[in-house]
């Protein structure tokens, strides 16, 4: 989960580069779903520790700034909660 959010800088340069923000829709497309199945798997409220609790939590804010920074530029509105 964390190395996919972290290709999101050099995406961005992709896109502009090729001028193809279809790279970045198929991006947050499968950050989406990696993020769905890392939150099926991994729960935030019961988890073993309050380190593990945090860490997921932070993986939880990364993921929706990233998917909602990338809606943005394709000027696409997100919820604020879901």
Not at 17 to 25: C, D, F, Q
Not at 40 to 69: D, F, G
């Amino acid at each position: 989960m964390l190395i996919n959010l972290e290709k999101f800088g050099l995406l961005l340069q992709q896109a502009c580069t090729e001028m193809n923000p279809s790279l970045v829709a198929n991006y947050i497309f499968g950050i989406a779903k990696i993020f769905n199945s890392f939150y099926s798997e991994h729960s935030v409220r019961t988890a073993e520790s309050e380190n593990k609790k945090q860490l997921r939590l932070r993986i939880c804010v990364m993921a929706a700034n990233i998917i909602q920074s990338a809606m943005n530029l394709l000027g696409i509105r997100v919820p604020e909660r879901m």
